[in-house]
């Protein structure tokens, strides 16, 4: 007995060229309900046909985030600071980790 398709040729055809077209989170609620599937579902199958674009998180003020150890990272190497310290600098508060790091970086270097 041959396994039942959960979405036929057709199906799968018509997916992929909508969402290609229109990429967006709509379309998929659409066909989930034009299929009678989830929307797990169609993600799913737009995923395994290799079409599917994840949504990618951005913050509040519609940047993509930085995480504080790479901010105090950067800082790090910045002022040469050794591991252990930079490790301790990413326990600061991210705004004065940006601040810091953004003040460093349009600073002119101090000849000494």
């Known amino acids: 007995m041959a396994a039942k398709l959960a979405y036929t040729v ?3 055809a018509e997916l992929v060229a909508a969402y290609s077209a229109n990429p967006n989170s709509e379309t998929v609620e659409a066909f989930a309900v034009k ?3 989830t929307v ?3 993600v799913a199958k737009l995923s395994r046909e290799g079409v599917y674009k994840a949504k990618t998180y951005v913050s509040k003020t519609g940047e993509k985030p930085v995480k504080k150890d790479s901010t105090a990272d950067a800082i790090g190497k910045i002022l040469g600071l ?3 310290d930079t490790s301790s600098l990413a ?3 991210k705004t004065a980790l940006a601040a810091v790091f953004k003040a460093l970086a349009n600073s002119v270097p101090i000849n000494s």
């Open 91 to 93: 326990k600061a508060n």
């Open 40 to 42: 797990k579902s169609v």
């Open 82 to 84: 050794s591991e252990n």
């Open 10 to 12: 057709e199906q799968s």
């Open 35 to 37: 299929f009678g599937k």
